[in-house]
């Protein structure tokens, strides 16, 4: 099993940047990349980006390119999202989740390519 804690989350205004941390425990080596969806009241799970495992290769939803950034830190095994130049519209609960198989361009964006998931952070942005 292995377990997700999110953090990093909270109130800032539009402008703002926020750095969301996913800290992964367990078995993290039998996982092949970790993603980050959100999730606004009501609404389904949208993608927001993944990296696979080797750092090599990242993958970012249309509406945050350029203002996310996803990174890792192997030493610490914990995922990092980058939040520049929030929107209101970025108001969501966001959540990161653990791949057990090799992410790629096509199942990356798709919740169901993930096993494991956090219990989300709060991200709410004033405008």
């Known amino acids: 099993q292995v377990q997700l804690v999110e953090s990093g989350g909270g109130l800032v205004q539009a402008g703002g940047s926020l750095r969301l941390s996913c800290a992964a425990s367990?078995?993290?080596?039998?996982?092949?990349?970790v993603g980050w969806f959100r999730q606004a009241p009501g609404k389904g799970r949208e993608f927001v980006a993944a990296i696979r495992s080797s750092g090599f290769s990242t993958y970012y939803a249309d509406p945050v390119k350029g203002r996310f950034t996803i990174t890792q830190d192997n030493e610490k095994n914990t995922v990092l999202l980058q939040i520049n130049s929030l929107k209101p519209e970025d108001t969501n609960d966001y959540y990161c989740?653990?791949?057990?198989?090799?992410?790629?361009?096509?199942?990356?964006?798709?919740?169901?390519?993930?096993?494991?998931w956090g219990q989300g952070t709060q991200v709410t942005v004033s405008s």
């Open positions: 989740a653990a791949s057990r198989f090799p992410l790629n361009a096509i199942g990356a964006n798709e919740d169901t390519s993930y096993d494991y």
């Open positions: 367990g078995r993290t080596g039998s996982t092949y990349g």
